[in-house]
């Protein structure tokens, strides 16, 4: 069935440098890949998403990009703060269902 | 996303006992969802349904049951047969496939 892996399950990484997030899909036919960033006890928030005609998205130090082929795809954060401490989730949609990888705790160091 | 209301917050089941969590949408969003997270798991798909008076089971739909009779409202309850209902519950929404997913406060699901 579909499948979507997620790694690393946590990061740590230092204020200011930057984190990667990577994400493999199983489905080819997934067409829209969202990311989600959650605090602790809240609902998931989309923070950028990419459609399957796309290589590649920026908003300001967020950046998602997308391979098809190997069907992967990698959210990128710069200049980190401690604000992006939260958890993760990349997302594959496929049809009328989005599936969830099982997230990354990423923690921000002073 | 205030246009998704969860209730309640906080619930807690007595074993036996089914429980009902409210889902309600004012943004006219065609396809509803219910989604269970446990921690390090992510969230996993209970029910789908795209319709009114339609509607999918995930991948973990067994002990839950859910209804579409409007459109604004997708109601999951929890029944006896579902074991180990301890977790936190998620309803969402979006207009159309491909399209932006907008997630309510939650409710937690506990066992007295």
């Known amino acids: 069935g579909e499948n979507v892996e997620q790694h690393p399950s946590t990061l740590s990484v230092q204020e200011g440098d930057s984190a990667v997030i990577k994400c493999t899909y199983s489905?080819?036919?997934?067409?829209?890949f969202p990311w989600y960033k959650q605090e602790l006890g809240k609902r998931p928030q989309l923070i950028i998403d990419?459609?399957?005609?796309?290589g590649e998205k920026k908003d300001q130090r967020i950046a998602v990009t997308l391979n098809k082929t190997a069907k992967h795809f990698s959210l990128h954060i710069t200049e980190t703060q401690p604000e992006d401490s939260a958890v993760y989730f990349c997302?594959?949609?496929?049809?009328?269902?989005?599936?969830f990888g099982k997230g990354t705790r990423l923690h921000i160091l002073p | 996303d205030g246009g998704i209301t969860q209730s309640p917050k906080y619930l807690f089941r007595k074993e036996g006992q089914n429980v009902t969590l409210s889902c309600e949408q004012n943004?006219?969003?065609?396809?509803m969802y219910w989604y269970r997270q446990d921690p390090g798991q992510g969230l996993r798909l209970i029910y789908y349904?795209?319709?009114?008076?339609?509607?999918q089971k995930g991948d973990i739909a067994e002990g839950y049951s859910v209804s579409r009779e409007k459109k604004e409202s997708f109601p999951l309850t929890v029944t006896s047969a579902q074991k180990n209902p301890t977790a936190f519950y998620l309803c969402?929404?979006?207009?159309?496939?491909?399209?932006?997913?907008?997630f309510g406060d939650g409710t937690r699901l506990s066992i007295l």
């Open positions: 489905d080819s036919a997934s067409n829209y």
């Open positions: 969402a929404s979006r207009v159309s496939q491909g399209s932006t997913q907008h």
């Open positions: 997302a594959a949609s496929i049809g009328d269902k989005i599936i």
């Open positions: 349904s795209q319709i009114v008076n339609d509607f």
């Open positions: 943004l006219n969003h065609d396809a």
């Open positions: 990419i459609r399957s005609n796309v």
